[in-house]
């Protein structure tokens, strides 16, 4: 074969006239996922936050009450807070009013020393200025100084100049704006979505009420928690049996204020949440290293002190202590550095320190005078780190295993063709049947089929040394690649896409809720990046004469039947109980192939609620599975019975 080369590119001239300056906030409108994270669903939501979110400032700084959200009809939103609303005298240096600039001007606030707010959640003086640049109108009101103001803005620009519009005896801020669809790809706010959010920022916020109203069903709702995260984490455990009472402390120190409030129960999950001033911070950092660390020595120092450790004897590791832990660390600190615009990582070096020292001595004092809560945390951790070691001597038996083999995966997984784990999926299947079935039916080049055989191991009611033990849970770890838990990485999965498909039964939706419960606590990110999906397969074959529609519903056969009706043709509707009963043609056709197959994607919106759901059908408590079973019953769709 003739070797061939690319040309060199043709040299261009490079000027100061190719150079572009964005003004003002332009450069939201041409890179809007630089500040809000992404234009669909996440991204929306964050819009409304950071408006909330200024609302929520105007709390912490003792200014607030209360706070009301709106979502209307239309798609767009109010917030409207008893704060001591937005300033309107112009800024000396600018000439304009200030409400203007914080409105049109990137990092223009209070927020920069300059006294307004000594804590603050939007502390990067974009949030509003951004929230207007991606709306197609937005209107501020302001209460304040015995008057009321008001002004519109319209992507970002003023449409008109601030005008007094009457006396007013109240103060605070109302903001009315509506997303703009040429730039947002998702227009809908999600109602249960917000409704978490400003959940979460209630218990954060001692006395403060938040009213969240949907004009588009009509619904209200008032979140106003006097126990703050004491009760969350008392809410987070209602499904659980529990180890301890609440511990609940609260201290400030150099500056910033330390709440933490943590219970154990009987699981075998860690159920951690962070936040630093009322927003939560999903991807941790130096304050939740300080809680760790602190956590880990002040239980080890007292088992050592309590002679439950003695001195030859490993120390408790961290995940040995955080077994059945539920915490909840919530920081007011007065200069956040957050990694990025959506803040989700805390950045601030000292602030490990801090917490590590607040929280130890806090630990440290409540064990001394708790001793009896305090022995059965060791023995729980001490009974982990047992597991803990079972696990790993299962797994090392496992790897030389694997290494006597000519190959270390599955014997009976089906494995592609393809090797780059981007363009690669895999099929895990329920029941030999339908998974060879599965295996004539795919596409070798890129689809892996690995079978499964009855239900896997209920992981949540099983400590890790049991579950790698389980055959068919060991079958699945190995062909993924990627390990799991604490050792669990994302980037050495074997396939891009894990694809569950099982019968549209009971027994199919059992081993479905099983698989993914596994996922979910011990390769969480695979749901969490979007890597997991469920296969849809029909539940009927309708037939009229010579023609043939698969039906995902009984929607979708009711119309298949009316149609075929309408054709002067007899139908005669099959239903699919399970995938075996497809042979391979029909089963790559209607589930497999990925022109005109179905596939839903397994997200986590809250990982809060999450958890509890998982908890609930899969835990030891039943009263809380038969309330769940009995407020969703309604809702069932494709009930076999």
Known sequence: MAKTTNPAPKQTTYTAEQIQVLEGVEGVRKRPAMYIGSTGPDGLHHLLYEVVDNSVDEALAGRATQIEVILHKDGGATVTDNGAGIPVDPIPKIGKPAVEVVLTTLHAGGKFGGGGYRISGGLHGVGVSVVNALSESLEVEVWRDGKAWKQ??????????????GSSKKTGTRVTFMPDDKVMTATEFDAETVAKRLDDIAYLTKGLQITLRDERSGQEKVFKHAGGIAELVQNLN??????TAVMHVVKEKDGTEVECALQYNTSYIEHMLTYVNTIPTTEGGTHLAGFRTALTRAINDYARRAGLLKGDDPALSGDDVREGLTAVLSLKLPEPQFEGQTKTKLGNTEVKGLVESV???????WFETHPGDAKHLVAKGLTAARAREAAKQARDLVRRKNALDVSPLPGKLADCVESDADLCEIFIVEGESAGGSAKQGRDRQFQAILPIQGKILNVEKAREDKMVQHEEIRAIITALGTGFGAAFQIDDRRYDRTIIMCDADVDGNHIRTLLLTFFYRYMRQLVERGKVYIAQPPLYLVKGGKDRQYAYSDEERQVAIKEFERK????EVQRYKGLGEMN????????MNPATRTLLRVEVDDAAAADEIFTKLMG???????????????EVRNLDI
């Open 152 to 165: 519109r803005f319209a992507r970002g620009k003023k449409t008109t100049p601030l005008q007094a519009t």
């Open 238 to 243: 209602r499904t659980k049996e529990k180890l």
């Open 359 to 365: 929280v130890g001595d806090w630990l440290q004092e």
């Open 568 to 571: 002067g043709l007899k139908s």
């Open 584 to 591: 391979p043609s029909q089963l790559w056709e209607t589930t």
């Open 620 to 634: 030891e408590e039943v009263e809380p599975r038969r309330e769940f079973i009995v407020k969703y019953a309604r």
